[in-house]
Every structure is written in structure tokens, then in C-alpha cells.
């Protein structure tokens, strides 16, 4: 890269002079030479690694104009000849002319890739020739300086065009930096002064070339690239911002910089105004939410205008920083009214961020997880500087302009006051005159309260007397004995899944064949409504209620109940005689440390069932090859009584790449699901399009239940009992703002002994529950179910339920 610097300190480069007459031959022979040179260059590139019509017209067109650039300049300067760096340059022109060529055709057609990184390479390595060249010859000159500069912009731009097409279009902001603020130069005056040399800006230029070209080459792995052009593109950023401040300081008049410094305490009074009037729902996330007042800026600013400067400065500092706290719990509440129906408490909820980690994880990968952790603590920083900064800046200003503050402060509060006296409101529950930010505060504090009270008659509830625990061995589950007994739970099998949805009718397709299938085998079924009490993911909530009889719905209430000895389903199966077992292929031992309180005799994770083939994004193996596995493990000639809980995550978030259905007799070791993840839909390409992640959703349902309903058909056990049901409802987009926590719940069985037992909870028949089947809190299910299969007088009568929402 060649700059223009002094031979001596404060002296002006010496400039070999030549007859004007003598040169100018020479600089319109450079520019046929040129034109020539592009053509010939552009023939070997076709015949080496193709170039079709588009390329040929672009690289003579780039390399046309490129030379005839370069002569022009020459011509119009005041020392009109062609130095030997302008060589060097004019080679790398034609060396960037042939790289668009190639990128030109790359829209079209696959290009060579060593083609392009060959050129590309050449070009940046003689950027670091023709500098050299100048200083050497004593030729260096600010228009040599500029040409070059302006050369590698533009393959800059190329590379980054390139990269685009693979990583993102948000790549091409790094080609398109110089050009914005050419533009810019021509609105704003003062940007297009000339910049003193700095070393910083010529190693950032030389960085960014070096980064695009090797992201280009597709060396390095998509992730890792990607990093590298994010911090490249950091640089850049860094770099640019230092030379407009630089600009600004030197140039900008008194009027411009009036006009900044108006338009920076605008944007932090709308920084401010946006936290505190922001909702945290998403789906009351419109325009009209955010024409409203906050009082607590007018009470901040107020404040502001009676303090001196230290407690001024103090105030603003702790009201920023709470401002940006309250915006985090904003950002989390949507986060979890999204996916699990309720908002963040943050005092009991932050065990669920650990588990939510491992999904997401489990889905993306490692590497990628971490990435966007980095991101998202690098967010959480930027949040609270921008906010605290906003703070700071309206408090000063308010102050230093005392009088008008006091005047515009007097006018919002009478329109704030005047609003919330006749109640305006453009959004039912925004009011205008706003007090949201203190409602939210008032609202977390109540909310804590109200969870801490729920903990402790939680406790006095676990260690309360538990009459199922006394129930003797002899009586307990007597209407079971010799059955298998299984516990199935679909991930995210919930009332969405049948009814009233776009996605539903496929679902309640498979059931009524299913229920068709089953019931010409001889198999019979009842169903109903179940309330779970988690929402969106956390099954396990879901898991400990079912087996306990409590309701648990936080982290801190489930770790309270693992740590007891509650008498659990698998402890009544286990002290009844039962071989008790726990299959949870998607998970690992240290993963669900909880279900060592259900005191299985066996527990299966994603290392112990013998599974060689792919992974399915979150599930590590498809549902067939889990049933499968079971079967194989579990359900050999001659086994002893089972009770097994069993969960299926192929209908688990992010709904793809998915599996399809394989003959049973060829599952074996799992390699025949090689080939099916590439074949399907990636989660990137689902997740973040509803329509697409709702089909998705729907297509994982029915293959889920399908794979059940072929293993019992296929299993043609007459001594199994299979209890199915959903952990809860799907998160958003696939279910609504304020959807219920209601979930089907099914019992198939051939011996009709089973349902003669539970004649009296009035299940419907099939797989599909109606409307009106009945409908029970999953914490009811425990005593209803021992009740009904044991023999003991003294249970009490299991009660009816409501008819489903």
C-alpha cells in the first residue's frame, strides 16, 4: 500500500520532473497496454478455469475503466507521466478486473476458487510492492497515494461480495465502508479532508484483504470463518469511527457541531424513553405501545434539575444502571412468555437458564452455542453502557439548561397528569400517561413473594403425611400384576397438536388410523385432558408432577422435591415388584441428575442403548430406533414385569432435520438414518419462519406417534399397558399468546380388565380426545392412578374432571 510521506521532516517530496509533451504518449500507451493486458489476462483465466459472458463483460469493463482512470488522473495532475509505481498499480488493476470477472460469474454458475484466490492474493501482494517501489524512486505522490487506496477498496468490495454469498449479505458492509463515506463526504463537507498518514488504517486495509480471501477459499470451516470476518469487520468499524472523529474534531463548524450535539440528546432521551415505555410481550410489542409518558423519566429528570453535579452524576449513574436491569428482565420476560408462558422471576427462575443452555446446545452444537453466548454478554454490556450513558447525558443537559428543562418538564407533566386523568390509551393496557417501568417493578416484587409463599406450603406439602407411601406391597397395584407398563412422554404433544391449528388435522389423521390399526389388532384405548404445568420445554416439571402428585412448575420447587423421598409412581411399580426403568435417549448421565430420586433399577441415556447412527439437530436418535432399543433391552422372552418411563424427542424444538420411518426389522444399530439428516430441512433454515417451524412441528407429531403406534402393533405384547401423553404445549410460534397448559393423554391396553378399572373416569374412546373428554390437573393423576389399580378400601374415590377448554 503506498502512502504519501515526506523524504524529509517538514520538507515536500521530491518529484522528478519531465516534459509535459514527452509524457503524455506514454500515459495513453499505459492505457492501451492495459486495455490489451486485461483481455489477455481474462483469455487465460477462461481457458483455465472458465469465464462465462458475464465475467468477460464485467473484467473488461472493470479493467477499461480501471486504466483509463489511472491515465486521466495522470493527465490532469500537475506532473502528467506514469512512474514506475503507477506500474505496479495498473498491474494489480488487471489482477482485480479478472477477480470481478470471476465474481461476476459466481451468481451464475460455481467458479474456480483457486482462480479467485490466486488473483486475489497476487493483488494484495503487490500492494505491499508498489509503495516500496515509490519511495525507492522518489515518485511517491498523494495522487499515487489515493490510487492505490481507492484499489483497495475495490477488491475489497469484490472479496466481500464473494464472501457474501456464503456467510450473509452482512459481509458486504466491509466493502461497502469506503463507499458510504465517499458518499457522505459529498452531503457533509468536512469528511472529504484529507487524513494524515496512519500505520493503524494501512494494517487494517491489509487485514481485511487477508481475511476475506481466506473466508473465500473455504480453508478454514464455516464457523471459524465467520468469527474471523465478524472481528475483521470490528476493525474496520474501530478504524472508520477514529477517522470521522478525527474529521469531525479538525473540520466540522460551530453549526454542525450544534447540530450533533442536539442530535445525540435526542437519541438519548429516546434511548431512555424506549426502556421505560418498551412492554415485555412481544406480541404487545407495536407502535402504538410506545406513545406513552413514563413517569420515571419526568422524576429522573426532575431530580436531575434540584441536585448539584456529584449527586447528580451519582443518580444518573444508578438510574442507568437500573433502567438497563429492568431492560434485561424485559428482554427475558419475552423470552420466557415465548417459550414458557409465564414471565421471568428473577430470584427462582436462574436454574433454568443452565437446562434451556443444554438444549440449545444440543441443537446447534457446542462451538456455535458459545458463539452466541460471547454475543449475547457482549449485548448485555453494550445495553447497560448505552443506557447508563443516556442517563448521564439527559440529566447533564437538563441541568446545564436549567430553565427551559424546568419549563418542558412543567408542560409533559400537566399532559401526563391530563392523560392518566381521563385514562388515554391508543393500546388496551397502555395507558398513556405511563407508569409501566414501576408497575413491572411492583409486579416482580409481588410475583417473588407469591413464589416464595407457593415454596412453602410446597414443603409442608412434601413432608406432610402421605397416605399412598403406606400402602402395602401386597394391595398395591394388584390390577397391573404381570403387565408391562410403560410411560410415554412426547415432547410437546399438547391440545395444539389436534385441534384448531393448521397443522392439526395431519395429527388427528394419524390417530384415528392409529386408533383404526390398534383397535383391529385387538388393542383398545381411552383418552382425555391433562393440565401440565410447564409450558414451551422444561420437561421435567412435567415428569416429577405426573410421578410425585404435586404440582411442580419452578426450578426451585423441583430441586426441593428431588432432594425428599416423595413416594413417586416408579417407588409404588418398584415396591409392588416391578422392574423399574428410566429411557431418556436424548439425554446424558450428568444431564438429569433428578432421576436418580425415582430410584430406577435401570436407566438408559444416549451412550448406553448401542445407537451408531446420525443426530437429529436435539434428538440424538430417532423415536423408532428409542422403542427399538427398548424392546431389545427391556422386553426379551422370559422378562420380569416392566415399569418404564419413556421420553420421545423427535418432536422436540427445532423440529428438523427430521426422520422418517424405516421397516422395524431393519433399525439395527441405527446407520440406516445416515442419509436422512442431509436429505431433510437444517434447523437454520426452520427456526425463525413460523410457517415453516409449524409445519415442522406438525410433521414431527405425526412421525412420533406413528412410530409408537407401529411398535405396539409390531410389539404385540397382550401384557402391555401404554400410557401416552405430552410433557406440555409447544412454545411460539406454534401455539398463541396465552394458550393453556392442557396436553392429551391416552391408555392403551388389550386386556379389558385395564379399562374396566377406570370406568369411572369417563375417558373417551380412540387415540383423540374430544372436546369435551375430561380434563385433570397432572398432579391428580398419581392418586387416581394407584387408586384405581390397588386394592386397598380406604383409597379414596378418584374425582371427575371438567370438560376441556
Sequence with gaps: MRTFQPADEGAPPTIREADKGTLLPAIRLATILGMLATAALLGVVSAMAGLGVAGWITGLATGSAATALLATARMRSDQPAIHPADWVTLTRMLLIAAVAGLVADSFD??????????????????????????????????????????????????????????????????????????????????????????????????????????????????????????????????????????????????????????????????????????????????????????????????????????????????????????????????????????????????????????????????????????????????????????????????????????????????????CAGVSLQFVPGSPVASTSTTGLVVAQVRDTRTALSEQRHFAQALHASDPEASIPASELLTGLRGKDVLIVFVESYGQVAVQGTSFSAGVDSVLRRGTASLTSADWSTRSAWITSPGFGGISWFAHSTLQSGLWVDTDGLYSELISSHRFTLSDAFDKAGWRTVYDAPADNRYWYPGSYFYHYDQLYDRDQVGYRGPKFSYATMPDQYTLAAFQRLELAPGHKPVMAQITLVSSHTPWAPLPVMVPWSKVGNGSIFDPMPARGQTALSVVGNASKERQAFGTSIQYSMQALISWVTELNDPNLVLILLGDEQPGSPITSPGANHVVPISIVARDPSVFGQIASWHWQNGLLPGPSAPLEPMDAFRNQFLGAFSTVSSQAAPTHGSAAP
Excluded at 177 to 200: E, F, I
Excluded at 239 to 247: N, Y
Excluded at 261 to 272: E, N, Q, S
Aim: with cysteine; charged share 15%; glycine share 6%.
Design 109 to 418: 454458475r460455481p467458479v474456480s476458487i483457486t482462480a479467485l484466490v490466486t488473483l486475489s492474493s497476487v493483488a494484495l501482494a503487490l500492494d505491499a510492492v508498489d509503495g516500496q517501489v515509490a519511495r525507492r524512486t522518489g515518485t511517491a505522490t498523494p495522487l499515487g497515494a489515493r490510487i492505490d487506496g481507492e484499489v483497495d477498496a475495490f477488491l475489497i468490495l469484490l472479496l466481500s461480495i464473494a464472501v457474501s454469498q456464503d456467510y450473509g449479505s452482512w459481509v458486504l458492509v466491509i466493502g461497502a465502508a469506503r463507499y458510504a463515506l465517499l458518499l457522505a463526504s459529498w452531503l457533509v463537507p468536512w469528511l472529504a479532508a484529507p487524513l494524515p498518514p496512519r500505520y493503524w488504517r494501512k494494517v487494517v486495509a491489509a487485514t481485511e484483504g487477508i481475511v476475506l480471501t481466506v473466508a473465500v477459499s473455504a480453508v478454514p470451516d464455516r464457523r471459524t470463518g465467520m468469527i474471523a470476518v465478524a472481528v475483521a469487520l470490528l476493525l474496520l468499524a474501530e478504524s472508520f469511527g477514529r477517522d470521522i472523529v478525527s474529521l469531525y474534531r479538525t473540520g466540522a463548524s460551530p453549526r454542525t457541531r450544534r447540530a450533533l450535539r442536539l442530535a445525540i440528546t435526542v437519541l438519548c432521551g429516546v434511548v431512555v424513553w424506549v426502556v421505560l415505555v418498551a412492554p415485555d410481550h412481544l406480541s404487545q410489542l407495536t407502535p402504538a405501545s410506545f406513545v406513552r409518558i413514563p413517569v420515571e423519566g419526568l422524576v429522573l429528570i426532575a431530580v436531575a434539575l434540584v441536585l448539584p453535579a456529584w449527586p447528580r452524576r451519582i443518580v444518573a449513574v444508578i438510574a442507568g444502571i437500573l433502567f438497563s436491569l429492568l431492560t434485561l428482565l424485559k428482554i427475558m420476560n419475552m423470552g420466557f412468555y415465548l417459550e414458557i408462558g409465564r414471565a421471568f422471576n428473577p430470584v427462582l427462575d436462574w436454574g433454568d437458564i443452565a437446562p434451556a443452555l443444554g438444549v440449545i446446545r444440543d441443537s446447534i452444537g457446542a462451538a456455535s452455542t458459545d458463539i452466541a453466548l460471547v454475543a449475547l454478554w457482549l449485548g448485555v454490556i453494550l445495553i447497560i453502557g448505552t443506557i447508563t450513558a443516556s442517563a448521564i447525558h439527559i440529566t447533564t443537559v437538563a441541568a446545564r439548561h436549567r430553565r427551559a428543562a424546568v419549563r418542558a418538564l412543567a408542560a409533559v407533566t400537566a399532559v401526563w397528569a391530563l
